[in-house]
């Protein structure tokens, strides 16, 4: 059982930058493979990145790719999202997600565990 809360979400420009934090508590979080998942309004929500639990692999959507940086700190138990070169349609609340020995996938069918989302705001 893990429990999952996101911070560092808020408003900036179109070209800005944030970073989103998810903070763990339980125990064996190097073994979750960690996800981030967004939702707009209105509409489905979708994968963005996952960090694999074997070997820190990571996996981006098409739409993030060369713009986010996923990391993971498992002496912190927290997962990071680095988010540069933000859009408009960057604009979403963040979810974190966790998998336990998961093979993340960007299904969000696999993730057992969320956190409560936090609000990003990218304004043209």
């Known amino acids: 059982q893990v429990q999952l809360a996101e911070s560092g979400g808020g408003l900036v420009q179109a070209g800005g930058s944030l970073s989103l934090s998810c903070a763990a508590s339980g125990r064996d979080f190097s073994s979750y493979s960690m996800a981030w998942f967004r939702q707009a ?3 489905e929500r979708e994968f963005v990145a996952v960090v694999r639990w074997i070997a820190d692999r990571t996996e981006y959507s098409d739409s993030v790719k060369g713009r986010f940086t996923i990391s993971r700190d498992n ?42 989302g936090t609000q990003v705001t990218v304004s043209s």
């Open 41 to 43: 309004p209105g509409k």
């Open 75 to 116: 002496a912190k138990n927290t997962v990071y999202l680095q988010m540069n070169s933000l859009k408009p349609e960057d604009t979403a609340v963040y979810y974190c997600a966790a998998a336990f020995r998961g093979r993340g996938n960007t299904n969000r069918a696999e993730y057992h565990f969320w956190g409560q």
